[in-house]
């Protein structure tokens, strides 16, 4: 690729923030308003024009686990979204605490809320470009874009919720992506259909990819659907005759290539197309007059990279429940790897999706510690959601919704503490406090009896 070198260099500048959270979905709006309620002047910058990504702007019908099966162990600032966004249901299972569904447009005017009343700033249709170091490892500022078109911002400590990692790797952040060879997760393009007979769907056959007598599995074999590959389906009724489906996979995605997530978004629209057609077809009676209204605006990234921090979470950490002393939340949702490309044609034959999961025994969680969230060698910058610092398989727990809340909680909360000092520096946060605080807003953070003591790498 060529260069091409600016003509004119100076940017206008906005330099009034303790904090700037990069990208507003679940982890973002948390980090925002922990931050903001601990009295840091917070700006929230979001690349679209709604706050809450996946399940909002994403179309994800469903939250993953709230509970570890017996109780709701994401608190605080995640059980407020959870039951403010319960109030608004269709038909809701009460005290259901997993896999409870989402009402979008409720759920957006509910971030909206929650953000601008604890004091935070939001900016939509704003992109982070670039960043800029004043050290290395020390942020200065962020570049952005808009509609008054290129300018700088600038804060104290910098919290990256971008869920791909952008601020922290941009500024140096060493990080891992996908598996050995580079492969990530495929992505899938939610969608949302209208007109659906509600007796009829109540009496069809369970969708979902476990049910080895779904239609899924015969639409993927259809010759007449030839982008409907695999039998990946969630289905979820969220208003009166208004089903919203977690469906079907797209592989060799790259939302770190704006080129490759372009042809999903073309390719994720194609398919939704396609699979109303095939329902149309496998379940008349329940889909025959329905109508496909509307597919996210963002495509359902699953992963990409994984920012190195202080510690990384691993999959034994996890199996053996482990517990840490700057532990900011729990994680209870099962390992969640969804299957490549070469593993369909077999999962296909046997109609059942080798989607690689490890369930943890009811009642049991384990600890996401302080460290995650702290880049390695970056002073003044933290992650949240997705990007958190774990490996391949913990990523498969961690990346989903209600954890993303909760780790975005603490981070905003150690980016308001950080900023109220004069380093600035994310790594020298007392961590005994911040669990403090945490604790003081409602976060689960019992006293475990298997903490183990901190070995040589720990961080």
């Known amino acids: 690729m ?22 507003g979905g679940p982890a973002g709006c948390a980090a925002a308003i922990a931050a903001a309620r601990e009295g840091a002047r917070t700006l929230l910058v979001e690349a679209t024009g709604t706050l809450g990504g996946m399940g909002t ?111 922290a790797a941009w500024a140096g952040a060493a990080f891992e992506k996908g598996d050995k060879d580079g492969d990530m997760q495929p992505v899938t393009l939610c969608s949302l259909f209208s007109n659906v007979n509600e007796e009829a769907l109540a009496k069809a056959p369970n969708l979902h990819h476990a049910n080895p007598k779904s239609p899924g599995w015969d639409m993927a074999t259809d010759d007449e659907f030839p982008l409907v590959k695999d039998c990946g389906i969630c289905t979820h009724l969220v208003g009166a005759g208004t089903v919203q489906f977690n469906a079907l996979h797209q592989w060799g995605i790259d939302n770190t290539d704006p080129y490759s997530t372009t042809q999903g978004l073309i390719t994720g629209r194609k398919i939704a197309y396609q699979y109303s057609q095939a329902l149309r077809k496998y379940l008349p009676d329940a889909f025959g007059e329905s109508h496909l209204v509307a597919t996210g605006a963002l495509l359902g990234i699953r992963e990409t990279r994984r920012i190195i921090g202080d510690y990384m979470l691993n999959c034994d950490d996890y199996k053996s429940c482990r517990s840490f002393d700057d532990e900011i939340t729990r994680t209870a949702n099962h390992i969640d790897i969804h299957p490549s490309a070469d593993e369909m044609p077999e999962a296909i034959r046997n109609r059942r999706e080798p989607t690689d999961r490890f369930d943890l025994e009811k009642g049991m ?35 989903v ?55 040589e790498g720990d961080g």
Not at 378 to 399: F, K, Q, W, Y
Not at 402 to 426: I, R, W
């Open 2 to 23: 060529t260069t091409y070198r600016l003509k004119h260099t100076e940017l206008p500048l906005d330099n009034a923030w303790d904090v700037i959270v990069a990208g």
């Open 401 to 455: 919704m209600p954890p993303c809340l909760s780790t975005g909680e603490a981070a905003g909360l150690a980016a308001a503490t950080a900023a109220n000092t004069t380093a600035a520096d994310v790594h020298a946060v007392d961590t005994d406090a911040l669990r403090r605080r945490l604790k003081d807003h409602g976060a689960y953070l019992p006293d475990m009896n298997n903490t183990q003591p901190r070995a």
């Open 365 to 399: 969680s384990c600890g996401v510690p302080y460290r995650c969230l702290t880049p390695k060698g970056i002073e003044n910058v933290l992650v949240a959601g997705r990007c958190i610092s774990t490996d391949r398989t913990v990523h498969g727990s961690t990346r």
């Open 57 to 167: 702007s994403g179309l994800i019908p469903a939250w993953a686990r709230f509970s570890d099966r017996e109780k709701i162990i994401h608190r605080g600032i995640a059980e407020q979204v959870f039951n403010a966004s319960n109030a608004t249901l269709y038909k809701p299972n009460p005290g259901q605490l997993d896999w409870v569904k989402i009402n979008v447009e409720a759920l957006k005017r509910i971030y909206d809320e929650m953000v601008t009343e604890a004091g935070a700033t939001v900016l939509f249709h704003t992109t982070v470009t670039a960043v800029e170091l004043s050290d290395p490892g020390c942020v200065d500022a962020l570049l952005i874009a808009n509609k008054a078109g290129l300018s700088a911002i600038k804060a104290k400590v910098y919290v990256d919720c971008t869920g791909d990692g952008d601020v």
